[in-house]
C-alpha cells in the first residue's frame, strides 16, 4: 500500500472514530453545565487533568512504547503487550498506595478522602484504557482501537444519562460514568486483539528492555507535555478557586472541537512517520503533510471563531457562558500543539525523544512563570494567554531541533502570515464580542471579520485543499 493510501485509510478509519465520540460528547457538555456547579467541575476537570500526567510517568510511557515498537516489531506483540501492562498494573499499585495514605491523612474531610478512593478506580481505569488504545493502534489493529473508542463514548453516554439525570448522582455519577466506560472498552479491546493468547506468550528480554528506555527516555517530553496542558488549571484552582477551574475547564471543550482534527491527523500521521521516517524523500512527503495540516488547523480555528459566540450559548448554562472570551487564545494554543506535536512524532520516529524534551521542556518553564505572572494581572484569561505564548515557544523550538533529521520544504513566509492573521481574528472576536453593548454594530463586525479570515485563509491554502479533494477523488474512482 502506498504511503499516501495508507495515510488516508487511517485517517478515514479515525475520522469516523472521533467524529463519532466527540460529537456525542460535545451533545452532553449542556448537561454537564446545567446538572454539575463549577466548583464540580473543577474538582472533576482537576482529577482529568492530574491523570494526564500520572499514566504516562507512573506507567513510563508505556503506551507509547507499545505504539513505537509494535509497528517495528510486528512479530512480538505478545512480549510487547506483557511488558506494557506489567508497568501499568505496577503504576495502578503506586497510585493505590499513594491515594490511601493520603485518605488516611486527611481524617477529618469525608470528601477528601472520598475524592481519593474513587481516583484509584478512575486512574486503574484510564491507565488500562489508554494502553489498550495505543497498543492496538500499534498492533495496526486501527478497527479494534476506533471499536473501543466508540464503545467508551456510547457507555459514557448512557451512563451519564442514567446517573446524572435519574439517580441525581452529580460529581460522583459523573466519574463513575468514566470509570464504567474506560472499563468495558478496555476488556473489549483485550477480547478483540486477542489478548489471552498474547499475553501468554514468551517474553523478549531484551525487546522487554529496549521498550523500558524508550519510555524512560521520553518522560521528560510526557511531564513537559503535561505542563504545558494542565499546570494552567493547578494555578487557577490554587490562586482563584474551584469556581474559576470549573469555568476554565469548560473553557477548553469548544477548542476540544478543533482538537478533533488534530487528534485525527496525529494518530494517523504518528503510524505513518514510523514506516516512512528513513525513505529518502521524507523531506518532501512530511513537509507536503504539514502544510497540509497547518491550512487545516488554520482555517479550522478560523471557522470556530466565526461560530463562536452561538456554540457558547449552546453549550454553556447558567453561570458558564462567561466563559467563552477565554476560548480564542486557548483555540490558537492549540494549532502550535498540534504543528509541535506533528514535530514530535518525526523525532520520536527517530527515537530522539530528547530533542522533544527540550523543546515541550522550555515551553513548560515559560508556561509556569507565566502563570504565576498573568493570572494575578488578568485572572483566569492570564491563563489562556500564557498557554497560547508557551505553546508558540515550544512550537518554535520544535521546528527548529526538527531539522537535523528532516529539511521540511515548507513556504514560511505564507505560514507566517496565515499566523498573524488568526492571531488578529481571535483578538477581534474578544474585543467587539465583549462589547456588543458598548459599542454598535460590534456584533456585525465581529463575525465580519472572522468570515473575512476564515475566506482569506482558504485561498492561501486552496493548493493544499485541492490536493485533498483529488486524492479522495481519485481514491473513490480506484473503488469503484
Known amino acids: 500500500m502506498s504511503r499516501s493510501r495508507y495515510l488516508l485509510k487511517n485517517m478515514s478509519l479515525f475520522t469516523i472514530s472521533n467524529m463519532a465520540s466527540k460529537i456525542l460528547v460535545f451533545l452532553l457538555v449542556p448537561l454537564y453545565t446545567n446538572v454539575l456547579s463549577e466548583a464540580d467541575y473543577g474538582v472533576a476537570d482537576v482529577m482529568q487533568t492530574t491523570l494526564l500526567l500520572l499514566v504516562p510517568f507512573l506507567s513510563m510511557n508505556a503506551g507509547e512504547a507499545a505504539l513505537r515498537y509494535g509497528i517495528e516489531c510486528s512479530d512480538k506483540r505478545g512480549s510487547i503487550l506483557r511488558s506494557g501492562m506489567r508497568h501499568v498494573l505496577r503504576s495502578v499499585g503506586l497510585v493505590a498506595a499513594g491515594c490511601v495514605s493520603l485518605s488516611l491523612i486527611f481524617t477529618g474531610r469525608p470528601e477528601l478522602r472520598g475524592y481519593f478512593l474513587v481516583f484509584i478506580l478512575l486512574y486503574a481505569a484510564d491507565a488500562v484504557y489508554e494502553f489498550m488504545l495505543l497498543y492496538t493502534q500499534g498492533s495496526e489493529k486501527v478497527e479494534i482501537m476506533i471499536s473501543g473508542s466508540i464503545c467508551c463514548t456510547f457507555v459514557t453516554v448512557i451512563s451519564n444519562i442514567v446517573l446524572l439525570l435519574v439517580f441525581k448522582a452529580g460529581l460522583y455519577g459523573y466519574l463513575f460514568s468514566q470509570i464504567a466506560a474506560f472499563c468495558i472498552s478496555s476488556v473489549l479491546m483485550f477480547v478483540l486483539v486477542g489478548g489471552g493468547k498474547l499475553i501468554k506468550s514468551s517474553e523478549d528480554a531484551g525487546l522487554k528492555d529496549e521498550m523500558t528506555v524508550y519510555g524512560r527516555g521520553m518522560l521528560l517530553y510526557s511531564t513537559a507535555s503535561w505542563a504545558n496542558n494542565a499546570i494552567d488549571r493547578y494555578f487557577i484552582l490554587f490562586m482563584l478557586g474551584a469556581v474559576q477551574n470549573g469555568l476554565y475547564g469548560v473553557a477548553y471543550k469548544i477548542p476540544a472541537i ?218 473513490g474512482s480506484a473503488e469503484g
Open 258 to 475: 478543533l482538537m478533533v482534527c488534530q487528534r485525527i491527523f496525529a494518530q494517523s500521521f504518528q503510524m505513518s512517520a514510523t514506516k516512512e521516517y528513513r525513505e529518502e524523500d521524507s523531506g518532501r512527503f512530511f513537509g507536503e503533510l504539514y502544510e497540509l495540516y497547518n491550512a487545516v488547523m488554520l482555517v479550522g480555528c478560523a471557522m470556530i471563531l466565526l461560530c463562536l459566540k452561538p456554540l457558547a450559548y449552546f453549550m454553556f448554562r447558567k453561570g458558564f457562558y462567561g466563559a467563552w472570551i477565554m476560548v480564542p487564545p486557548l483555540l490558537i494554543s492549540v494549532i502550535f500543539g498540534a504543528l509541535e506535536g506533528y514535530l514530535g512524532s518525526i523525532c520520536l520516529a527517530h527515537k530522539d525523544g530528547k530533542s522533544m524534551g527540550i523543546a515541550t521542556g522550555v515551553g513548560a518553564l515559560v508556561n509556569i512563570i507565566l502563570n504565576f505572572v498573568a493570572i494575578r494581572m488578568f485572572g483566569a484569561m492570564g491563563a489562556a494567554f500564557a498557554t497560547m505564548i508557551s505553546y508558540f515557544t515550544m512550537f518554535a523550538i520544535a521546528r527548529y531541533l526538527t531539522g537535523k533529521h528532516v529539511a521540511l520544504e515548507v513556504n514560511i513566509i505564507r505560514n507566517a502570515i496565515g499566523y498573524v492573521l488568526i492571531l488578529l481574528a481571535g483578538g477581534l472576536t474578544m474585543y467587539l464580542g465583549s462589547r456588543g453593548e458598548d459599542m454598535k454594530g460590534a456584533a456585525a463586525m465581529m463575525y465580519a471579520a472572522d468570515a473575512l479570515t476564515v475566506a482569506v485563509l482558504a485561498l492561501m491554502y486552496r493548493k493544499q485543499f485541492a490536493y485533498v479533494v483529488r486524492r479522495i477523488t481519485k481514491r
